[in-house]
T-cell receptor
């Protein structure tokens, strides 16, 4: 398909383990965003990549969270030493560029459950 | 910081109009968006409005923007059961990322 894809769709892990979440943006989209959606809440911004510029990490909640992006393609979000409060749906979005009217296309999300 | 607020729940009868309201604080907002989220699915962009407009209509959807009061609304005409979902208001201002409200759960009753 031509949309944003994410894997896995569901991840259950034990407290203290590390997890990696993957996002494949729409081909040709230079901007990529990660958001977190806790149960019953709106989306919280985590990190933003635009081309080869340094990422905007201002939304990362702690140093246990990190993300990488290879060029203008796949991105991985890594959460180290997971805690129960990390349980949420992690959504990835991409847009054509990072201009102010940035129509963002969202993936289906990864539901993370930390036991 | 930037904040976007919405009421949490709305119930309407099938065939009636639904009006979902949103307020925001960022005066530099350039675009305001409405997204729809169905169970187990990602967010789908429904419509957006540029901040220098006060109304936009797109088929059954009407967006009204009161920039002075920083109030945005989404009206869905002839609401159908397939419209049942969570609706998120979002704004893009000085930052590249979107700031989202908590979402309004719309329930359409037969």
């Amino acid at each position: 398909g031509a949309g944003v894809s994410q894997s896995p769709s569901n991840k259950v892990t034990e407290k203290g383990k590390d997890v990696e979440l993957r996002c494949d943006p729409i081909s040709g989209h230079t901007a990529l965003y990660w958001y977190r959606q806790r149960l019953g809440q709106g989306l919280e911004f985590l990190i933003y990549f635009q081309g080869n510029s340094a990422p905007d990490k201002s939304g990362l909640p702690s140093d246990r969270f990190s993300a990488e992006r290879t060029g203008e393609s796949v991105s991985t979000l890594t959460i180290q030493r997971t805690q129960q409060e990390d349980s949420a749906v992690y959504l990835c979005a991409s847009s054509l560029d990072g201009s102010s009217h940035n129509e963002q296309f969202f993936g289906p999300g990864t539901r993370l459950t930390v036991l | 910081g930037e904040d976007v607020e919405q009421s949490l729940f709305l119930s309407v009868r099938e065939g009636d109009s639904s009006v979902i309201n949103c307020t925001y604080t960022d005066s530099s907002s350039t675009y305001l968006y409405w997204y729809k989220q169905e169970p187990g699915a990602g967010l789908q962009l429904l419509t957006y409005i540029f901040s220098n407009m006060d109304m936009k209509q797109d088929q059954r959807l009407t967006v009204l923007l009161n920039k002075k009061d920083k109030h945005l609304s989404l009206r869905i005409a002839d609401t159908q059961t397939g419209d049942s979902a969570i609706y998120f208001c979002a704004e893009s201002g000085s930052a590249r990322q979107l700031t989202f409200g908590s979402g309004t759960q719309l329930t359409v009753l037969p």
